[in-house]
Nanobody, 126 residues
Framework: EVQLVESGGGLVTPGGSLRLSCAASGFSFDEYGIGWFRQAPGKKREAVACISTAPTGRYYASSVSGRATISSDNAKNTADLQMNNLRPEDTAVYYC???????????????????WGQGTQVTVSS
């Protein structure tokens, strides 16, 4: 059974940082692209960042480019999203997603996810 468990969300003041983690199990990690999406209340779901190893690549949404770094550890079956200089508009539920055989752009641009985690809340507020 595929499981994606997010952690690391919380309340942070503007300009602060958070590191979100996704613990994955139940599948061959290196066969999947992995990424992060988010959805704020009343807003459309949007891709944040995605990473793939076959082919190798990273994708970042323009809204977080320069402030976010996605990484993955195939040995630990984890994927992290480091977010810096957080803004109130980054407030959302963040979801870990995976797509079998998906490149970073397949996953983020074309939303080719096969599985979604339950999400973790990130709130940026003073």
């Amino acid at each position: 059974e595929v499981q994606l468990v997010e952690s690391g969300g919380g309340l942070v003041t503007p300009g602060g940082s958070l590191r979100l983690s996704c613990a994955a199990s139940g599948f061959s990690f290196d066969e999947y692209g992995i990424g992060w999406f988010r959805q704020a209340p009343g807003k459309k779901r949007e891709a944040v960042a995605c990473i793939s190893t076959a082919p190798t690549g990273r994708y970042y949404a323009s809204s977080v480019s320069g402030r976010a770094t996605i990484s993955s550890d195939n040995a630990k079956n984890t994927a992290d999203l480091q977010m810096n200089n957080l803004r109130p508009e980054d407030t959302a539920v963040y979801y870990c997603v995976i797509g079998k055989g998906a490149s970073s752009s397949d996953l983020c641009v074309f939303e080719g996810a096969d599985y979604w985690g339950q999400g973790t809340q990130v709130t940026v507020s003073s």
